[in-house]
């Protein structure tokens, strides 16, 4: 009975196994990164960034509809223009740099739902701001898993400064001057 509720939908439907595959390359690609996060207090960063790529994915999708590549692009760009501001808010004013990013990423946020909510369409606002795992393509999947190994390679690379500056980053700054 209880297999048949846990394993065989795995076992029968396709979509449920590609559901599956992406949301362990998520976990495998994402939770490395969130440890570091959290460990350097800047638990905020991800979720500011997962808020300020909303509108470059909002007019991605007004261009080309459900286009991956053209709401991934208008993602990166829009995610790079906030990092960007508000790197240059906490720099020049006498703002933190979490108060500006916090400012940046909720200004962003409601600008991305403004610009999906123009297009009146039939498509639910909650499948285009959140996704909808279920309905996984093997495109997508492909773009999951291309990133997650691509997050992995690079942290493998570059573990042992980043758990140093995480620990103790005096240390690494004067290990890194000699």
Known sequence: ?????LIAPFTEFEFMR???????????????????????RMSLVGDAMAHAILPGAAIGFLLS??????????GLVAGFAVALLAGLVARNTEL???ASLAT??????????TIVSIKGTNIDLLHVLFG????????TL??????????????????RPLVIECVDPLFLRTVSRA
């Open 132 to 139: 909808d795992i279920l309905a996984m393509d093997n495109q």
């Open 18 to 40: 590609r559901a599956l595959a992406a949301v362990v390359a998520l976990s495998l690609g994402a939770a490395p990164i969130g440890v570091f996060l959290m460990l350097r």
């Open 104 to 113: 940046f990423y909720l200004v962003s946020l409601a600008l991305g739902v």
């Open 65 to 74: 509809g459900l286009n991956l590549f053209a709401m991934t692009v208008g």
């Open 96 to 98: 933190k740099e979490d």
């Open 1 to 5: 009975m209880l297999t048949d509720a």
């Open 142 to 159: 492909l773009v999951i898993t291309f990133n997650a190994t691509i997050t992995l390679l690079v942290l493998a690379v570059i573990y």
